[in-house]
């Protein structure tokens, strides 16, 4: 499975101020989700992401790209033994997936994000088979 980037989230502590900003500097459609405390952005075209308070308070505003993978536990663990520094082994996100975030030995951080399963399709309701004229 290629592992394309996803999700890019900006962590601030000052979301208000980061909306106004870069909803006067581009075109995206900035919509709330208070039960999170996050906004998501979408961009149109190409990745999309969120807006959220900084998790880190004494961390600095940033811009964080998350990875598409199908195990963000595994993906973590091979992360670690290669040499990062894990922030987030595993974080739930109900619904919607999981995630994981560490450094790579340069520094340089990264997100991990595992999609939920997507639930089975409902087969559509067969049409009543016609019958045939004599």
Same mark, same amino acid.
């Given at each position: 499975?290629?592992? !394309?980037?996803?999700?890019?989230?900006?962590?601030?502590?000052?979301?208000?101020?980061?909306?106004?900003?870069?909803?006067?500097?581009?075109?995206?459609?900035?919509?709330?989700?208070?039960?999170?405390?996050?906004?998501?952005?979408?961009?149109?075209?190409?990745?999309? /992401?969120?807006?959220?308070?900084?998790?880190?308070?004494?961390?600095?505003?940033?811009?964080?790209?998350?990875?598409e993978v199908?195990?963000?536990?595994?993906?973590?663990?091979? =992360?670690?033994? =290669?040499?990062?520094? @894990?922030?987030?082994d595993y974080k739930d996100?109900? /619904?919607?997936? !999981?995630? /994981?975030?560490?450094?790579?030995?340069?520094?340089?951080?990264?997100? @991990?994000?595992?999609?939920?399963?997507?639930?089975?399709?409902?087969? =559509?309701?067969?049409? !009543? =088979?016609?019958?045939?004229?004599?």
């Amino acid at each position: 499975m290629p592992n !394309a980037f996803v999700h890019i989230e900006l962590n601030t502590d000052d979301v208000a101020k980061a909306k106004k900003f870069y909803s006067s500097v581009f075109d995206w459609k900035l919509q709330d989700v208070p039960a999170m405390g996050y906004t998501m952005l979408d961009v149109g075209k190409g990745v999309g /992401g969120g807006m959220q308070k900084n998790p880190m308070p004494a961390g600095p505003n940033h811009w964080l790209a998350y990875v598409e993978v199908a195990d963000v536990k595994k993906t973590v663990a091979k =992360a670690r033994a =290669a040499g990062a520094n @894990v922030f987030v082994d595993y974080k739930d996100i109900p /619904g919607m997936g !999981a995630l /994981g975030i560490f450094s790579d030995p340069s520094g340089a951080v990264l997100g @991990v994000w595992q999609p939920a399963p997507k639930p089975p399709r409902k087969a =559509a309701p067969k049409a !009543a =088979a016609k019958k045939k004229k004599r």
